[in-house]
């Protein structure tokens, strides 16, 4: 399950957490590494080999034919990265709920949370 926008924000105060300042919700790091990718969509380079190569898609086939969520995407971005030369992340749940959260690119900041297990995240 996904919250965002408002709706998490409700979910959150609900559920006890105090709201904070959004400019504290994002490093620096973050900051740069948006700008660069912003300069970079603005050159039309970011998403086009993404949105080309289907790779959310190929990565649910993957997960179809058996292959758990970290497995597959690992298997897509290898592939991707073969054959377009491009990098990225991905993010996947398989239907067992296993999380596969992968990248080839520098940053990537992602968590998982469920109910009784501490959050795990990457950068």
Do not use: W
Not at 21 to 46: F, K, N, S, W
Not at 84 to 108: C, E, N, P, Q, W
């Amino acid at each position: 399950m996904l919250f965002a926008g408002d709706g998490a924000n409700q979910f959150a105060i609900e559920a006890g957490f105090e709201p904070a300042d959004p400019d504290e919700m994002i490093t620096d790091l973050a900051r740069r590494h948006l700008a660069d990718v912003l300069e970079q969509r603005a050159a039309g380079v970011v998403g086009e080999a993404i949105l080309r190569a289907c790779l959310a898609y190929s990565t649910c086939l993957l997960m179809r034919e058996g292959l758990p969520a970290p497995d597959a995407a690992r298997s897509a971005l290898a592939r991707f990265e073969t054959r377009f030369g491009g990098s990225g992340g991905l993010i996947v749940v398989d239907y067992d709920g296993r999380v596969g959260a992968k990248t080839t690119t520098a940053h990537m900041s992602h968590a998982v949370a469920r109910s009784g297990e501490r959050v795990v995240g990457g950068a």
